[in-house]
């Protein structure tokens, strides 16, 4: 069952970014699918128990069926914002008749699955509850991470466009760099109007003698040291 489930996220997953050539499209599909199959399995392992060999592809069809949800939300979505409409128009559309839509799509095939509930035979009784069921999980799944998850990639990539790019990993590097000019512009200061310096410390702190700047324009200044 887990090679099945692997196999069938793999293929989906390829024809995906065959068809779109997105790779954070990917993530879209994979996490509500995942998600939507774990409770399955959970549910499956609390109602049944052991699956028998009819029921050991059910991960396939529930991936199959449940990859529909994300190509009609996500299809309808890039129409809306290729039509010029905001990101919350193409999120209102999205949620409006369309996935009202999806929902009427699930529970049909839901409804369809659960027919086997009448027979007698254990393979198509556990597959028909187990699909069925599954397929109303990946919906809840789906309807609750596919519009999650495009506001926060919408929200991240705008964020990320307005941001200035030169300090990403800057590190404090460009407060050093403005000190650094700022040095800079008072060495080049002194250089050009002054013509002399004296610096002379003594080693004793109480008979230090006067340090002495002089300008150009004939200013003296001394501080004494201590």
């Keep these: 069952v887990i090679v099945n489930a692997l196999s069938s996220l793999v293929g989906v997953l ?18 509500p699918l995942a998600c939507g199959l774990a409770i399955t ?11 028998s060999s009819a029921t050991a592809g059910v991960a396939a069809l529930l991936v199959g069926l449940g990859d529909d949800f994300v190509i009609v939300l996500y299809g309808r979505y890039v129409e809306q914002r290729q039509r010029g409409c905001s990101v919350v128009e193409s999120m209102r559309s999205m949620g409006g008749a369309t ?18 509930l009448i027979t007698d035979f254990t393979g198509l009784y556990q597959m028909g509850l187990i699909v069925g069921t599954g ?3 990946c919906l809840v799944a789906v309807l609750f991470l596919v519009p999650a998850m495009i506001g926060w990639s919408e929200a991240h990539h705008s964020r990320r466009e307005s941001e200035p790019r030169l300090h990403i990993f800057a590190f404090g590097i460009e407060r050093l760099h403005g000190e650094l000019v700022g040095v800079g512009d008072g060495v080049a200061d002194g250089a050009t109007h002054g013509h002399g310096c004296e610096l002379d410390l003594g080693d004793d702190a109480d008979d230090a003698a006067p340090v002495i700047f002089e300008r150009g324009d004939g200013e003296r200044r001394q501080l004494l040291a201590g």
Excluded: D, E, P
């Design 14 to 31: 390829i024809l995906f970014y065959i068809a779109y050539r997105r790779t954070s499209l990917l993530l879209l599909v994979f996490w």
């Design 41 to 51: 399995f959970g549910f499956a392992a609390l109602a049944v128990g052991v699956l």
């Design 99 to 116: 996935a009202r839509g999806v929902v009427l799509g699930a529970v049909t095939t839901a409804a369809t699955f659960y027919a086997f």
């Design 135 to 137: 397929v109303l999980f």
